[in-house]
């Protein structure tokens, strides 16, 4: 069955998120956890030398979306979901295994680029900020001071200017990943496609975009009840975590459907090599 760019209704944008809780309900231990897993990885490559350590971080995205849409497109046909799907795709035949690793190259220096680019927005506010960070500078360890550190006016801008770079940048990554996996797509094939099927339903995207904007709204309000009831000890910190986990699960879950939508479903796992 080929892949077929599809015109998505806004509507869909509301049962994307809807089917996402759905799918999440039926095996929320197994996709939680492959979360958990993504983020030990992330952990391990932070201790790693940051010439080493800091460019896989910046490769990794695609990998954790599409690792996230194959195990969801496993869960809706009641198989198996573990995080060896995450490195699934990179056992494709040889022609989609380099374009996969090629956008996440690509993602990589995108990433690095408009880091570079907040951090000059921020002047010397971000190097001070950089510095304490690092522990060239004391205060990394005061909350107060990092809090205000935070709020000044340039880390605002450096910070506002790096989202907006990096919501720019996930429109043509959205399905670009998917498309390699499961389409066959070259990378700039690949991307284009992706930044045109969210072209013609950024209807669909932009009420995905304020439905889940609706959902965190509540989501924040219960995470400060509960650090207000629970303080920030342990316990409370660990609760609060649990909720922003399963949030985070349910949106990398979500993607799958809005793939499916914009490309008419997906095809049976790529040839492995």
Same mark, same amino acid.
């Given at each position: 069955?080929p892949?077929?760019?599809?015109?998505?209704?806004?509507?869909? @944008?509301v049962? +994307?998120?809807?089917d /996402?809780?759905?799918? #999440? $309900?039926?095996?929320?231990? =197994?996709?939680?956890?492959? %979360?958990?897993?993504?983020?030990c990885?992330?952990?391990?490559?932070?201790?790693?030398?940051?010439?080493?350590?800091?460019?896989?971080?910046?490769?990794?995205?695609?990998?954790?979306?599409?690792?996230?849409?194959?195990?969801?497109?496993?869960?809706?046909?009641?198989?198996?979901?573990?995080?060896?799907?995450?490195?699934a795709?990179?056992?494709?035949?040889p022609?989609?295994?380099?374009s996969?690793?090629?956008?996440?190259?690509?993602? @990589?220096?995108? +990433?690095?680029?408009? /880091?570079?680019?907040? #951090? $000059?927005?921020?002047?010397? =506010?971000?190097?001070?900020? %950089?510095?304490?960070?690092?522990g060239?500078?004391?205060?990394?360890?005061?909350?107060?001071?990092?809090?205000?550190?935070m709020?000044?006016?340039?880390?605002?801008?450096?910070?506002?200017?790096?989202?907006?770079l990096?919501?720019?940048?996930?429109?043509?990554?959205?399905?670009?990943?998917?498309?390699?996996?499961?389409?066959?797509?070259?990378?700039?094939?690949?991307?284009?496609?992706?930044?045109?099927?969210?072209?013609?339903?950024? @209807?669909?995207?932009?009420?995905?975009?304020?439905?889940?904007?609706?959902?965190?709204?509540?989501? =924040?309000?219960?995470?400060?009840?509960?650090?207000?009831?629970?303080?920030?000890?342990?316990?409370g910190?660990?609760?609060?975590?649990?909720?922003?986990?399963?949030?985070?699960?349910?949106?990398?879950?979500s993607?799958?459907f809005?793939?499916n939508?914009?490309?008419?479903?997906?095809?049976?796992?790529?040839?492995?090599?």
């Open positions: 069955m892949l077929l760019l599809r015109h998505v209704p806004p509507s869909s @944008g049962r +994307w998120v809807r /996402a809780f759905r799918l #999440y $309900g039926r095996r929320p231990l =197994a996709l939680t956890l492959m %979360l958990v897993a993504f983020l990885a992330v952990t391990v490559l932070a201790l790693l030398p940051w010439m080493l350590g800091l460019p896989l971080l910046m490769m990794s995205p695609p990998l954790l979306s599409l690792g996230f849409m194959v195990a969801s497109q496993s869960a809706l046909l009641d198989g198996p979901v573990d995080a060896r799907q995450f490195l795709p990179l056992r494709a035949d022609a989609r295994r380099r996969l690793l090629l956008l996440c190259a690509l993602y @990589g220096l995108c +990433w690095a680029g408009a /880091a570079w680019l907040a #951090y $000059g927005v921020g002047g010397d =506010a971000a190097v001070a900020l %950089l510095d304490m960070l690092a060239r500078q004391p205060g990394a360890e005061d909350p107060a001071r990092m809090a205000a550190m709020m000044e006016p340039a880390i605002s801008t450096a910070v506002s200017v790096f989202n907006l990096m919501a720019v940048l996930s429109i043509p990554f959205w399905h670009a990943p998917a498309l390699v996996h499961w389409g066959g797509q070259g990378t700039g094939q690949a991307l284009f496609s992706s930044t045109l099927a969210l072209w013609r339903s950024k @209807g669909a995207f932009a009420v995905y975009a304020l439905t889940w904007t609706a959902i965190g709204v509540p989501v =924040a309000m219960v995470l400060s009840i509960v650090l207000a009831v629970l303080g920030t000890g342990t316990f910190l660990g609760v609060a975590f649990a909720v922003l986990l399963g949030s985070w699960t349910v949106f990398y879950v993607l799958l809005t793939f939508d914009s490309f008419g479903g997906t095809l049976a796992d790529a040839p492995a090599a």
